[in-house]
C-alpha cells in the first residue's frame, strides 16, 4: 500500500483531523551565534533560516554538538546573545514567554511540590484568577493521563510519569508554541513509543506548533511535518525533509523507511573526531530546573 500523500495535503490548515490554529508562526532569519571558548569566540549557529507555519511540528535532528538545543533555547527566549532575528507571529522575540512552553529531556519537576503544584508553577507571577489555575491545572493534570496522581510527589511517579507532568506544566499556560528539548530521550523504549503517541495525539487535538530536537530519526519520521537537518560546527541548516506520510503513520511501511533510511544516509559522512565540543547547554551551573521555572514565571 502507498502511504505517501501530497505535502499540501498535510499542511495544518488541511487536516481533517488536525485542530486549525491561526497564531503560533516562527521565523528564524539569518541567526547566528557563538559561546566563549578560552576567550575565543567559539560559532555554534551560522545563518540559520527557518520559517515554522501555525500548527505544523517540525523535528531537528543533527550530530551532537550542532546547536540544536541552542537554537531552541533561542526560541524559548532564554538566551538573547546572538545575531539575526527571531520572530514568533511577526513579533521579535525579547525574553521568555508563557505562549511558548518548553520541555526538557530530564523533567525539572520540583521534588518538594506534588504533581499538581508543579503544573501551576507556570501561573507565578500572573495574573489569573485562582479558581482559573486550578481548573486549568487539572485539566492539563486529566489530557496528560495523570488523574488520580495529582498530590503525588516526583519521586512516586515513573520517569514517563514525571515527563507527562513536565509536558502539562507546558501546557497549562495555554501556549501557541511547544518547544521540546529531547522530551523523550531518557526513557526506556516502550515508554518512549507510549509518549510518541500521546504526543501526537496532543499536537493533533491541540494544533499547536510543535519543534522538537531529538537524535532519534526514527521518532522525527514518525511525529514530523518537516525534518530539519543541522550540519555541525557550526551548526548549519543541511536541508530540510517533508514527510507527506499519513497519520497514524506505520513505522515499517516503504514510505516511512525510505525516509528514515535516506536521513540516516545524511550522517554517514560526518567525522567529528577533530572537531572542538561545543557545550549545548548554557554554561552556567544555574540554568537548571529552578532557574527556568523563575524565567518562564517573569
Same mark, same amino acid.
Given at each position: =500500500? ?70 531552541? @533555547? ?5 538566551? +538573547?546573545?546572538? +545575531? ?11 525574553? +521568555? ?45 486529566? @489530557? ?19 515527563? @507527562? ?8 499556560? @495555554? ?38 530536537? +531529538? ?80 524565567? =518562564?514565571?517573569?
Amino acid at each position: =500500500m502507498n502511504d505517501f500523500v501530497s505535502p499540501s495535503a498535510l499542511s495544518p490548515s488541511a487536516l481533517s483531523t488536525h485542530k486549525q490554529h491561526l497564531s503560533g508562526g516562527l521565523q528564524v532569519q539569518h541567526v547566528s551565534k557563538s559561546f566563549a571558548l578560552k576567550g575565543a569566540p567559539l560559532p555554534v549557529l551560522e545563518d540559520i533560516a527557518l520559517t515554522i507555519a501555525p500548527g505544523e511540528f517540525v523535528a531537528i535532528v543533527g550530530a551532537s554538538g550542532c546547536g540544536k538545543s541552542t537554537l531552541l @533555547r533561542l526560541l524559548a527566549g532564554l538566551d +538573547t546573545d546572538y +545575531t539575526g532575528l527571531l520572530l514568533h507571529d511577526g513579533v521579535p522575540i525579547r525574553g +521568555t514567554d508563557l505562549r511558548r512552553g518548553l520541555v526538557f529531556q530530564d523533567h525539572r519537576l520540583f521534588p518538594w511540590l506534588t504533581v499538581q503544584q508543579n503544573v501551576a508553577v507556570a501561573f507565578s507571577n500572573t495574573k489569573v484568577p485562582l479558581a482559573e489555575r486550578d481548573a486549568r491545572v487539572a485539566a492539563e493534570i486529566t @489530557r496528560v493521563g495523570l488523574d488520580g496522581y495529582a498530590d503525588a510527589y516526583p519521586h512516586q511517579l515513573s520517569g514517563g510519569m514525571s515527563q @507527562r507532568a513536565a509536558i502539562a506544566r507546558a501546557l497549562v499556560g @495555554r501556549p501557541d508554541v511547544l518547544l521540546l528539548d529531547e522530551p523523550l530521550g531518557a526513557l526506556d523504549a516502550l515508554t518512549r513509543l507510549r509518549l510518541q503517541q500521546e504526543l501526537r495525539r496532543l499536537w493533533q487535538d491541540e494544533g499547536i506548533t510543535m519543534v522538537m530536537v +531529538t537524535h532519534d530519526i526514527d521518532e522525527a519520521v514518525y511525529l514530523a511535518d518537516r525534518i530539519v537537518v543541522l550540519d555541525a560546527r557550526p551548526g548549519k541548516v543541511r536541508r530540510v525533509q517533508e514527510v507527506p506520510l499519513a497519520h497514524p503513520r506505520q513505522r515499517g511501511s516503504a514510505g516511512f523507511v525510505a525516509i528514515r533510511d535516506g536521513l540516516h544516509a545524511d550522517f554517514s559522512d560526518l567525522d567529528e573526531s577533530n572537531a572542538p565540543v561545543a557545550q549545548e547547554e548554557h554554561p552556567s551551573s544555574l540554568w537548571d530546573g529552578n532557574e527556568w521555572a523563575r524565567r =518562564m514565571a517573569l
